[in-house]
């Protein structure tokens, strides 16, 4: 363990170096966990109760190190995410990767970077927990208070004044925010105050500006003059923050149904985040309690060092951005997705009925993408060309209400994880998801048995009326020969390839939720019915039934468009990077089996069916696996709910096979 004991005789000449020194000597070594800081950090807090000489020595090193350095823009930036546009930050963080900035050790903002200098540094802090910083900014604060008592005129009084102002100046530019916030075109879309009701937004920055302003008038008081936050200032400021988190929460809920857009998404965010930390600062500038304001402190520390460590860096930005797109593109997912879930028989046969008709459709796309793949075209043209195959057989799925069953888990995933945000507890979320997961296995079984038990026999039907009409297969042997290899389970790399769709399938899924989203937000069916050369070549009742299809289908259309085309150039790209890259749809595979076997009239060994059924058996458990998976890990993240640990779920779904085992095969009576 550290020794600490050198401590007591540095000088207090305001030199921050003992604080990045104290931090290097708690931080975990190269191979160590973060439990080993966590063990130093109690070392440390059992030398400062044990030792008041040690105490009184830190409190010294404190108090000299804070005048001089401004704390403000620490205390209202850091962790709050920021106004800057998406590239802009990008562009921002990108150069400071080639030229890192000085840091001016005359605001705590860059000296925090240079005391929490390791982005693993917010690891061992948040696993210290509020009790143990609490603890040890108490035995501090204590000794700091106690100075204060001894010495009025001392270097401790002015430090404690001087954080006083800076706390104030922190929340005099937070509340000034907060109120541009209010007042942004984003959000007034959604939450347009009534005239005789006004803004809380508005409310709060005046009441919290007449609380900060000195009796003197002046606009920066001096450490002597800072202004008491006095008690009913304190609840009726709270107040006024409770409607300004509920406009915000209500703008969320709006914009699942009105469409959002990343902007006001951010904005909802930073708005949040920003009254949190407005709440946070009022506890410590009010707090008569020494443990409340200890505790307090605590948790500010911890979310100062875990915002310091993502100021800077360009992963965390990016996963940020990809959680906002997620969000916004989930909202609307989770709604389509209670389509695809059956609950009653009624549903699960009209399911059924609706996969074999798109058996039928698939029949046919595959038979076109033989004949296209025969006419040996040049690599672009042939993958654009199966495009279109792909594309305008899946839309003609849709128009006809019919059903590809690997193309539900992209729709289904985010209705789980809004079941799991709307329960009330961690065991809830899981029963429920238990419980829908359940549902949606029983509509994958017989989604996937309806498109393979009707595109195997009409494949079939197809390649025999041709070969008794024209004397030719479809599929000639050498090609029927490689159809039946394509979905060897571990002769060809059918698997992976099954894999490639399932994340084409999970893109689409975020694609269809996209263009939801943006049709809803941009408001484009009421825009459809205002133009004028439709209104006339329409007429206006024919236009609002094509703005009400607009509106309800634009994201489906916009999603099966895309999946057809990707499914359609995987193998394109894969030639141009020499890549072994294509892709194993369950549907496509039972008809390309279908057409081979009929291609080698039928003389293929009982052993090589035997393994090509199961092949394609394991195609579509792979397809579904791994969109379902990406999907759902999306939409969860999205909404920042972790419930899903692995051994919790696994025993969420075995409570759930023992009480209702069959409700995985077959939906109630």
Not at 108 to 128: H, K, N, P, Q, Y
Not at 132 to 157: K, S
Not at 489 to 517: E, K, M, R, T
Not at 522 to 551: F, I, K, M, N, S
């Amino acid at each position: 363990m550290p020794d600490f004991s050198h401590l007591r005789t540095r000088a207090a000449d305001g030199d921050p170096a003992w604080l990045i020194e104290l931090v290097a000597d708690l931080r975990p070594r190269a191979g160590e966990s973060a439990d080993a800081a966590v063990a130093r950090l109690d070392a440390l807090r059992a030398a400062l109760a044990d030792d008041e000489a040690l105490a009184q020595a830190v409190a010294r090193l404190l108090c000299a190190t804070i005048p001089g350095r401004t704390q403000r823009h620490l205390l209202s930036e850091t962790g709050i995410e920021s106004g800057q546009g998406f590239l802009s930050e990008l562009f921002r963080r990108a150069c400071l990767r080639v030229l890192p900035e000085a840091p001016n050790r005359t605001h705590w903002i860059d000296l925090l970077g240079e005391v929490f200098s390791r982005r693993d540094d917010r690891d061992w802090v948040a696993l210290a927990g509020t009790e143990r910083w609490a603890t040890l900014i108490g035995a501090i604060w204590r000794q700091i208070d106690l100075q204060c008592a001894h010495e009025p005129d001392g270097p401790c009084t002015r430090a404690a004044q001087v954080f006083r102002v800076e706390l104030l100046d922190a929340l005099r530019m937070l509340t000034h925010r907060l109120a541009a916030l209010g007042v942004d075109p984003e959000l007034l879309r959604y939450n347009a105050p009534a005239p005789q009701q006004g803004s809380p937004f508005l409310a709060q920055a005046e009441e919290m500006l007449r609380c900060l302003t000195p009796a003197d008038g002046t606009d920066v008081p001096g450490p002597e003059h800072a202004p008491p936050l006095d008690e009913d200032a304190a609840r009726h400021l709270a107040v006024l923050l409770d409607q300004c988190d509920d406009v915000l929460l209500r703008t969320r809920r709006r914009a699942r149904q009105q469409g959002a857009s990343i902007a006001l998404t951010r904005l909802v965010l930073r708005g949040r985040a920003t009254i949190r930390r407005m709440s946070t600062l009022m506890r410590l500038l009010r707090s008569d309690d020494d443990t409340q304001r200890t505790v307090t402190a605590a948790q500010l520390l911890i979310d100062l060092v875990k915002g310091e460590s993502r100021r800077h860096g360009v992963r965390e930005l990016i996963l940020r951005s990809t959680d906002l797109l997620a969000l916004q593109v989930t909202e609307n997912a989770s709604r389509t997705g209670e389509h695809y879930i059956t609950s009653t028989r009624s549903e699960y046969w009209a399911m059924a009925r609706s996969a074999g008709g798109a058996g039928i459709i698939v029949g046919a796309m595959a038979l076109i993408k033989i004949w296209l793949a025969s006419l040996h075209l040049p690599a672009f043209w042939e993958a654009f060309l199966f495009g279109v195959n792909y594309a305008a057989g899946f839309v003609v799925v849709h128009l006809l209400h019919f059903t590809i069953a690997t193309k539900q888990p992209a729709m289904t995933a985010a209705r789980i994880a809004a079941a799991a945000e709307d329960a009330t507890g961690r065991q809830q979320a899981l029963d429920r998801i238990a419980a829908l997961t359940a549902q949606i296995s029983r509509t994958q079984i017989i989604a996937i048995l309806g498109n393979v038990a009707v595109a195997f026999p009409v494949a079939l039907a197809i390649a025999l009326g041709w070969h008794a009409l024209t004397g030719a297969h479809v599929a000639a042997p050498a090609k029927a020969a490689h159809l039946l290899g394509d979905s060897h389970p571990w002769q060809s790399l059918a698997l992976f390839h099954a894999a490639i769709a399932g994340v084409c399938l999970y893109l689409a899924g975020l694609i269809s939720g996209y263009y939801d989203n943006r049709c809803v937000y941009g408001r484009v069916p009421e825009r459809l019915r205002r133009v004028g050369w439709l209104q006339r070549l329409l007429g206006a009742p024919r236009l609002d039934r094509l703005a009400d299809y607009v509106e309800n289908n634009l994201g489906a259309l916009a999603g099966n468009v895309a999946f057809g085309f990707m499914l359609g150039f995987v193998g394109f790209f894969g030639s141009i990077l020499g890549l072994p890259l294509d892709i194993r749809h369950v549907t496509f595979s039972s008809a390309n089996v279908a057409y081979g076997l009929a291609g080698l009239d039928f003389s293929v060994a009982a052993g090589t069916v035997l393994v090509t059924v199961i092949g394609v058996a394991l195609v579509g458990l792979v397809n579904l696996g791994v969109s379902f998976s990406l999907a759902l890990y999306t939409a969860m993240k999205a909404r920042g709910l972790r419930v899903l640990g692995g051994r919790d779920f696994v025993d969420a779904l075995r409570s759930q096979w023992r009480a209702q085992p069959f409700s995985f095969l077959l939906p109630p009576r």
